[in-house]
């Protein structure tokens, strides 16, 4: 089963806009990850967020975790056509056992 | 520093066929894990290795998948016999575990189609 669920299932943007990506997850977590996997490819870490943490940022990438709320969000400012991807959250239980990738969410930036 | 590395990038096979897919992990990485990903869904975890012990192999579909991780390197997914419902990518991935914050680094996949 998929613990982690991405909303919206898909995304069309124009370049310059920012895109917001939302995950859900139902138990406690140790960590939180954001991947991006662009079409024929493997996925790609883009940022880790851990259970203490609230915040985090990287060069364009904004991730929040709410753990009250049991979600995260995926901030991208500034799109470009570049980041037209799949976006997937996954998320680590307590023991660092169970890693959970949710079913993602297709980002289309138009240029 | 060479990524994780898959063959074959595609795989056409008739239905009741046997295949198999190799992966080679990133030097040091003790985690290895086979996931198998749908289109249009994420990755579903198969089998995760720690070092050359199968640590989580509870969706691993045992009547016609196999895997095996000799000397805690490079691994093989085996499927004998095929069906029509596992066309589908089959990826690998490996990590430093808990150490690395369990964080991911994925092969670019092989993409099975079963006729």
């Known amino acids: 089963s998929q613990q982690g669920e991405e909303d919206p299932q898909a995304l069309s943007i124009q370049e310059g806009e920012n895109a917001t990506m939302n995950c859900s997850y139902k138990?406690?977590?140790?960590?939180l990850q954001w991947y991006r996997q662009n079409s024929g490819r493997g996925l790609v870490h883009l940022i880790l967020?851990?259970?203490?943490?609230r915040e985090k940022h990287s060069g364009r990438l904004r991730v929040t975790l709410d753990t009250s709320k049991k979600s995260s969000s995926l901030l991208i400012t500034a799109s470009r056509a570049a980041d037209t991807a799949s976006y997937f959250c996954?998320?680590?239980?307590?023991?660092?056992?169970?890693?959970?990738f949710g079913p993602g969410t297709r980002l289309s930036v138009l240029p | 520093e060479a990524g994780v590395v898959q063959s074959p990038r595609y795989k056409i096979i008739e239905k009741k066929q046997p295949v198999a897919f190799w992966c080679n992990p990133i030097?040091?990485?003790?985690?290895l894990y086979w996931y198998r990903q749908n289109l249009g869904q994420g990755p579903e975890l198969l089998i995760r290795?720690?070092?050359?012990?199968?640590?989580?192999d509870s969706q691993l579909p045992k009547d016609r998948f196999s895997a095996e991780r000799l000397k805690g390197v490079d691994s093989t997914l085996k499927i004998q016999p095929a069906e029509l419902g596992d066309s589908a990518v089959y990826l690998c991935?490996?990590?430093?575990?808990?150490?690395?914050?369990?964080?991911?680094?994925f092969g670019a996949g092989t993409r099975l189609s079963v006729l």
């Open positions: 991935a490996s990590s430093l575990g808990q150490a690395g914050g369990n964080i991911q680094y």
């Open positions: 138990t406690s977590i140790n960590n």
């Open positions: 967020i851990r259970s203490n943490e």
């Open positions: 996954a998320t680590v239980d307590n023991y660092g056992q169970n890693f959970v």
């Open positions: 030097s040091g990485h003790n985690t």
């Open positions: 290795y720690e070092n050359e012990e199968a640590v989580d």
